[in-house]
């Protein structure tokens, strides 16, 4: 994931702003980590560099 997308990503839930957890980037793009919101208090996790921007409840 582009660091730069943190600045249109929100919440899928509540549109809430989502805090960035960065554990493994390379260069300008995060390879794993995860993105938070604070408002609903939901994780959505970083993997592979591809946001996993599903709500809790639509996920396996």
């Known amino acids: 994931m582009k ?3 943190m600045d249109i990503l ?3 839930v509540c549109k809430g702003e989502l805090e960035l957890k ?12 995860s993105l938070y919101c604070r ?7 970083i993997r ?6 599903l ?3 639509k996920r396996p």
Do not use: M, R, S
Request: proline share 15%; aromatic share 2%; net charge negative.
């Open 3 to 5: 660091k730069e997308l």
């Open 10 to 12: 929100v919440c899928p």
């Open 22 to 33: 960065v554990e493994e980037e390379n260069g300008q793009e995060i390879v794993t980590g």
């Open 39 to 45: 408002k609903c208090e939901a994780l959505y996790p």
């Open 48 to 53: 592979e560099t591809i946001p996993g921007l």
């Open 55 to 57: 709500p809790p409840d």
